[in-house]
């Protein structure tokens, strides 16, 4: 098959691409610079200049395609996260460049639009076991982005497009900037898991993100799916975790009050209890995850930065 993947350099966008190489697909990924030119050449796929937000470069680039996997994003660095305006190159990839990318592949005739979406959108469920289908969602203006790209895949659906959205725990892995980012504050004793500590955080490993994207591009159905470890940990057992993978005997976690106070009323998110299930998606496609929570997860992130690098 032939797909074209946007954000192929990102943390699941990297796994996501070796998986279709390995598996015989032609991959073909936007590039915006020379330097992603050699990763992505490195990874297997061929770049494709184009921008999401200048359709007509996109429609060029989309065009041919099967397949359209909209794995790109603008994360921003921890120490900035907190600012508000820090995201906004993010919303627009969510909202502006789903849409254009939603119009090019239409045009383009691919029959599968496949979107990431993230669980933190869901209220607090408590202890309840929640998921897309039953889940209240409360994304709030901090979060209001993804909804907006997820009706973009709804309405690909809607033209008769088969539209995914596979709603994404929190990636770690040893690849993952976010996870080396974590394991450094907690070696300085502190770890960024405000709320209660009976409260639920769902994550996934982020090759199992990427292992449920290739079975969802085979075999999900259109619709929307939470993909995430089997027993989301609540935070005190994953600051445990984190402690652990650090050498420490525990971290600190600040409050919510203090959480609020540098990052504004947008944090509120960040201290949910989000106890969310994968069956659903399981059930669809037959995906299990490799790592079952993040307990296992960190001792293994430990352990492969304790390996000697090559």
Not at 64 to 92: D, F, M, Y
Request: net charge neutral; proline share 6%.
């Amino acid at each position: 098959m032939d797909v074209f993947v946007t954000g192929a350099t990102g943390v699941l966008g990297r796994p996501v691409v070796r998986l279709l190489v390995a598996e015989g697909h032609r991959v073909r990924a936007l590039a915006r610079s020379t330097s992603n030119d050699q990763l992505l050449a490195r990874l297997g796929a061929q770049p494709v200049r184009g921008d999401l937000f200048d359709p007509t470069s996109l429609a060029a680039a989309v065009a041919g395609s099967g397949a359209v996997l909209h794995l790109a994003t603008r994360i921003p660095p921890r120490g900035k996260a907190a600012n508000p305006g820090a995201w906004a190159e993010n919303n627009r990839i969510r909202a502006e460049g789903t849409r254009n990318l939603v119009d090019a592949t239409l045009a383009a005739g691919a029959s599968t639009l496949l979107y990431p979406g993230i669980c933190f959108i869901y209220g607090d469920g408590g202890d309840a076991w929640i998921d897309a289908e039953a889940a209240t969602v409360d994304a709030g203006p901090a979060l209001a982005s993804t909804l907006a790209a997820e009706e973009e895949v709804g309405r690909f659906t809607g033209a008769g497009g088969r539209g995914i959205v596979l709603r994404m725990g929190y990636f770690y892995g040893p690849e993952a900037e976010s996870s080396l980012d974590t394991l450094a504050l907690a070696r300085r004793g502190a770890a960024v898991l405000a709320g209660p500590g009976d409260a639920f955080y769902p994550s996934v490993w982020v090759d199992d993100a990427a292992a449920a994207v290739l079975n969802a591009l085979h075999s999900a159905p259109s619709g929307t799916y939470d993909v995430v470890d089997d027993e989301p940990l609540a935070r005190r057992e994953l600051a445990r975790a984190v402690a652990d993978a650090a050498g420490r005997p525990f971290v600190l976690r600040p409050p919510m009050w203090l959480l609020k106070l540098v990052g504004g009323a947008q944090t509120e998110f960040m201290g949910r209890s989000q106890r969310v299930s994968n069956r659903r998606f399981k059930a669809a496609t037959g995906w299990a995850p490799t790592v079952p929570d993040a307990r296992e997860g960190w001792h293994r992130i430990a352990a492969a930065l304790r390996q000697p690098q090559s």
